[in-house]
């Protein structure tokens, strides 16, 4: 959550590799960023703030080819395309920060119909008898909100092992450039410093 000063606002921010930094921002079809991938949870819901670390590892398609498809793997490679993508070393936006989903969980949401009345025997087939009960109450809301992921979206941004789920992205008119930390981070910013674009 964002907390206010006389004179600063306190913000929440999350340092991320580019491409992804810049892709939760891209407004092409197919292309934003829905979910951020690590191996720990917060508490934290609301506004996060993203800032592109100063990393720049752009794999070969070589590289990606090891571990993904041949569609997946262009897709990661055409991530750089977007200029927000480029930027490093800068809080660069925020997104609203509305759950988080372990990978199986959210990858069985997923092959849920956003109407479904119940859990569908492809999902069920994977889900132990005692994880069933309750289980289509707590994801079918993520499922609808959801709506419009498609396969080569979901293969390109999920990985897990927790999935980060977020939207309402808003660019940063100019980058705060700063170095970045690990985990969740806390930054003092000048209230014209957040103007979006």
């Not at 292309?31 to 191996?39: A, I, L, M, S």
């Not at 993904?68 to 480029?86: H, K």
């Not at 809080?91 to 509305?98: N, R, T």
């Not at 999935?163 to 806390?186: A, E, F, H, Y």
Request: proline fraction near 7%; charge should be neutral; include cysteine.
């Amino acid at each position: 959550m964002t907390t206010a000063t006389a004179q600063q606002t306190e913000l929440r921010v999350l340092s991320v590799r580019q491409p992804h930094a810049g892709s939760f921002f891209d407004a092409r079809p197919g292309r934003r960023k829905f979910v951020e991938n690590r191996t720990w949870q917060t508490p934290h819901r609301g506004q996060l703030w993203i800032h592109s670390s100063s990393l720049d590892r752009r794999p070969t398609m070589a590289q990606l080819d090891e571990q993904f498809t041949p569609d997946v793997s262009a897709g990661i490679l055409q991530l750089w395309d977007d200029p927000a993508s480029r930027v490093t070393g800068a809080i660069i936006g925020c997104v609203d920060l509305w759950d988080i989903v372990d990978f199986d969980n959210l990858e069985l949401a997923l092959m849920l119909a956003p109407n479904a009345r119940a859990i569908p025997k492809e999902v069920k087939r994977c889900l132990r008898p005692s994880e069933q009960d309750g289980w289509l109450e707590r994801h079918l809301p993520i499922r609808q909100r959801l709506d419009g992921i498609d396969e080569l979206q979901a293969g390109v941004f999920m990985s897990g092992p927790f999935c980060w789920l977020v939207d309402n992205s808003r660019l940063l008119r100019k980058p705060i450039p700063t170095n970045g930390k690990l985990n969740l981070w806390k930054f003092q910013a000048d209230p014209d410093m957040l103007e979006f674009a």
